[in-house]
């Protein structure tokens, strides 16, 4: 399948960014990080066209059966990884701080490898359960606010690697060498609030559009099943570090922390809920 | 009440109130969460003492963990969340209200000194000019200011999305209105299943717990009960009933229901869920002698023995929907002759048909050959049956909720004061601003708003 060709580049499109955007760290030669932003861009471009040809494939394969490249796990780690993309650069437009695609980056690559060397990319038709349009509106929801998630926990753990580094340096002065090109802590510190507070609606949004399919499909907007309660507890982890930093005081170290607590809590609701627990979701595993 | 009385209540006011409280029930909720996402819940005993042992099932039922999502502490963290945030709303609400509804509109120089964005400008028009031009500014750049002249100064306030202070409140009041709803939905509502068989029908439903069936009010009837497969695979690709309600013989509704589609009826929902085989199949062979060439159709049931024309017999030993990817076929059994005495457990021939190869058999090259015309399965259709009345009270809830962060986070109260007064024989301008949310956009706004204003008074 073409798709699945486009895919590959797009893949290779993102280590060449990755590879360059750690690269300009050492180097911290401008144009080093100017190829990393292009090539993210060519990845991002044809990983766009890929995933409406995808769209048009599965018309082409199923007839009027096609659907949105949304529905199985190879798809939704593809789409993840495109979400990332989309939102570091609209980071990138909006802060033009290139070390931050060093601890991006990486996301989205491992994202599209895994997709292309461990999944089955096979376009096969929906079960009866997973033929609706809510499908659509939660996986685009949910992922939208993952990808928020992923940014936030990249520049937590810039956050924590320059702020350790300075603590360490005598009076706290800003830290040289390679942790020069991060942005000032400060900077990282609104980046991560910012993202969670993009993410969190979104999650918001993923988790209730979730609830309404299930009502549609089998009335029950809500029962317990591991995977609805891991986008619960994500969601409690997000709520919880927006209180403790807003009304408490939770700013730094501490909200670096638990942004990437929450990340972590993420990727299990997403992955490990499938590959670990039992429940609904009928994709994962393969 | 007496003093120590009243600062107990304090207390428990304070402690309801308090963010700590909401902070540590989020984290505790969350964690607590995991228990039943591990432990699978509302298992038969069996499976958890084979899993677990008898002594560690014990424990669990102990600390309520088979079923924990309706337990008597988790249960309580959920109140205590509830609580924390009426409280939390109570004690905070009526000063933003103020705060809103009787703004400071008079800025003395305390207020000037907790503001971070803030210039002094003087000039040396009279204060006249300069509070029309002031006025006249601040309606262009930023919105119709209120104006209270008072001991000879000129005090100008003006505010934007005033009530992007209430998102929060929308927020938290929301998930109070999600509580609402699914207590609504536990005491008024239900969640039943029922299984309908092709061509009857029911007027009572099972709930999943108690063993009282629950009247509908009404009939359902199935007429058909269908699968229906992706062409070449044995992937489902739609199941579907045709159903039709009752109402004292009458038909009222009719429609044909699938997964993600289903049908609803004085608040009642029905969806589809599973399905059954009902009784034996029913088939329709068209058999031909070879030797003779003449033609019979019979019809027969699963293991029933049909004699054949020339003495032979068969029956159907087996039958399925989907034979790999060919659709439906029958595995029969031919008795050359019946007449002969069966020995128990003697083996015969047996094939399969397959429905949509009817000439295949001859090939088979046997004294019979056999086609199968036709299939009659019944089937049931396995029904979900929920009434929830407080459903929409749920999806109001969740769409306050989105309104009402979005607000929160994206949505800022900015205000601009502004105080005109005689300095020695000048006129002095003191300008200040705030946004209760994202200063650093505002920052930048705001020192483009000053400086507009000096040249615009300079003129
Ligand atoms: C999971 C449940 C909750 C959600 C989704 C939620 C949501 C929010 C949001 C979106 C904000 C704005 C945060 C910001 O400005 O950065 C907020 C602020 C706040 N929340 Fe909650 N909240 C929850 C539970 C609670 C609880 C239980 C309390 C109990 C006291 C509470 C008290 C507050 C307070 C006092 C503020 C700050 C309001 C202000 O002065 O602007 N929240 N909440």
């Known amino acids: ?286 | 009440m007496s003093a120590k009385n009243r600062s107990f209540v304090d207390h428990i006011w304070e402690f309801f109130c308090s963010l700590k409280l909401a902070i540590i029930t989020l984290i505790l909720l969350a964690v607590t969460s995991i228990i039943g996402t591990v432990i699978q819940q509302g298992k038969p005993a069996q499976e958890y003492i084979q899993e677990y042992g008898e002594s560690t099932y014990k424990l669990f039922l102990a600390l309520d963990f088979v079923d924990m999502y309706h337990s008597w502490w988790f249960l309580t963290l959920l109140n205590v969340f509830a609580i924390n945030l009426i409280c939390c709303s109570i004690k905070r609400l009526p000063r933003i209200l103020k705060l809103v509804r009787e703004p400071n509109r008079v800025a003395e120089d305390g207020l000037y000194r907790t503001l971070s964005n803030f210039e002094e400008i003087v000039t040396s028009a009279s204060l006249q000019d300069v509070s029309r031009k002031a006025q006249e500014y601040v309606t262009k750049n930023f919105g119709k200011p209120d104006v209270t002249e008072q001991d000879g100064k000129v005090y100008l306030f003006a505010q934007k999305t005033a009530w992007a202070r209430f998102g929060v409140y929308v927020t938290h009041i929301s998930i109070l209105i999600i509580f609402v709803g699914a207590i609504m939905g536990n005491v008024w509502g239900y969640k039943a299943y029922v299984n309908v068989v092709e061509g009857t029908s029911t007027d009572e439903v099972w709930p999943r717990s108690g063993k009282e069936p629950i009247k509908l009010g009404f009939e359902v009837r199935c007429d058909r009960f269908a699968v229906e497969y992706y062409p070449g695979s044995t992937r489902p690709k739609e199941f579907t009933s045709d159903l039709v309600v009752l109402e004292n013989g009458q038909e009222i509704l009719k429609k044909t229901i699938e997964v993600n589609d289903p049908l609803s009826y004085k608040g009642i929902t029905f969806y589809q869920s599973s399905y059954g085989q009902m009784g034996d199949a029913q088939f329709i062979f068209k058999v031909t002698e070879r030797e003779t060439g003449t033609t019979k159709e019979v019809r027969a049931r699963r293991g029933e023995m049909i004699s054949l024309p020339g003495g032979g017999g068969f029956r159907v030993v087996d039958f399925t929907e989907q034979f790999q990817n060919f659709g439906a076929a029958a595995r029969i059994e031919v008795v050359p002759e019946l007449d002969h005495d069966h020995k128990p457990g003697e083996k015969h021939a047996s094939f399969v048909v397959l429905k949509a190869f009817p000439e295949f058999d001859s090939r088979r090259g046997g004294k019979y050959i056999f086609s199968l015309q036709d299939f009659k399965q019944k089937y049931y259709t396995g029904l979900q049956v929920a009434k929830d009345p407080g459903v929409w009270v749920v999806w109001l809830g969740c769409f306050l909720m989105v309104v009402g962060s979005m607000s929160a986070f994206f949505l800022s109260h900015r205000r601009v004061w502004l105080t005109i007064q005689p300095v020695d024989d000048k006129t002095g301008i003191k300008v200040g601003a705030s946004a209760h949310r994202n200063q650093p956009a505002f920052e930048i706004y705001f020192d483009e708003f000053k400086k507009n204003l000096k040249t615009e008074l300079s003129e």
Request: glycine share 10%; charged share 10%.
């Open chain 1, 1 to 286: 399948m073409l798709s699945v060709k486009l895919f590959n580049a797009t893949t290779i499109a993102y280590f060449v960014s990755m590879i360059m955007f750690i690269a300009f760290l050492p180097t911290r030669a401008k144009v080093v990080a100017l190829i990393g932003t292009i090539a993210a861009y060519i990845g991002f471009v044809l990983q766009t066209g890929a995933l409406g040809y995808r769209w048009y494939e599965s018309y082409q394969l199923l007839g009027a059966d096609g659907r949105a490249p949304l529905s199985n796990l190879y798809e939704s780690v593809v789409f993840f990884a495109w979400t990332i993309v989309m939102f570091y650069l609209l980071l990138d437009l909006k802060y033009k701080q290139r070390s931050i695609g060093a601890f991006v980056m990486p996301f989205a690559f491992l994202g599209m490898t895994w997709a292309q060397l461990g999944l089955n990319d096979a376009i096969d038709p929906l079960v009866p359960a997973l033929q609706s349009n809510w499908l659509t509106y939660h996986v685009i929801t949910c992922f939208l606010g993952y990808a928020a998630f992923a940014i936030a926990c990249g520049v937590s753990i810039m956050y924590l690697i320059k702020a350790g580094k300075e603590e360490n340096n005598a009076e706290g002065s800003p830290a040289g060498g390679i942790l020069s090109l991060f942005p000032s802590v400060r900077i990282l510190d609104d980046i991560n609030y910012k993202a969670i507070m993009v993410g969190f609606p979104l999650l918001s949004l993923g988790i209730i559009t979730g609830a309404a399919w299930a009502n549609y499909a089998w009335g029950t907007y809500w029962s317990w099943d591991p995977k609805e309660t891991w986008s619960l507890i994500v969601w409690f982890i997000y709520a919880a570090f927006l209180h403790a930093r807003f009304t408490r005081g939770w700013v730094g170290k501490k909200a670096a922390w638990l942004s990437i607590i929450g990340f972590g809590a993420t990727i299990f609701c997403y992955l490990g809920v499938n590959l670990v627990l039992s429940g609904l979701h009928s994709y994962g595993g393969g």
